[in-house]
């Protein structure tokens, strides 16, 4: 099974938790793009959550400015460790598949475009070897 999503939101990474250490009291605040990702992916779950080992592709573009014209790839913040949480939380509340864990090859880019935006492509992996035809 292999989806495919494309998000039109300026990609915003997912903050670390906090808390107040007097009342005990601890939260995670979800930024508007998780969100975004998260009312996309909806609209587009599989009927049966994947439960297979998964490869996600994300292409995260944001508008380039004109100062970084010639540019490819975009290396100031935000971190893509933080981008990705973002997504792959949003994906797992959306039932795309059982448990983040099933993501074994991920591959990300952050690069410069002509609007900002996400694309997010996950597609199930066969998870058993083949010995071939003598094999019994």
């Known amino acids: ?3 495919y999503l494309y998000v039109p939101a300026r990609p915003e990474p997912q903050p670390r938790p906090r808390g107040n250490f007097k009342t005990h009291h601890f939260y995670a ?8 990702v998260l009312m996309a992916a909806q609209a587009k779950r599989p009927p049966v959550p994947m439960q297979k080992a998964i490869r996600l592709c994300i292409r995260f573009t944001y508008k380039c400015p004109e100062m970084h ?3 490819i790839y975009k290396t100031s913040r935000a971190d893509l460790d933080n981008l990705e949480k973002a997504v792959m939380d949003a994906l797992t509340a959306a039932k795309w598949w059982q448990d983040d864990c099933l993501v074994v090859d991920k591959r990300t880019v952050k690069v410069w ?4 935006g ?3 492509l996950a597609e199930e992996l ?3 070897k083949t010995f071939g035809e003598g094999w019994k």
């Open 113 to 116: 475009g002509a609007c900002d």
């Open 118 to 120: 996400c694309e997010i």
């Open 126 to 128: 066969k998870n058993i």
């Open 29 to 36: 605040p979800k930024p508007d793009f998780y969100y975004a």
């Open 69 to 71: 014209r010639f540019e």
């Open 1 to 3: 099974m292999k989806l």
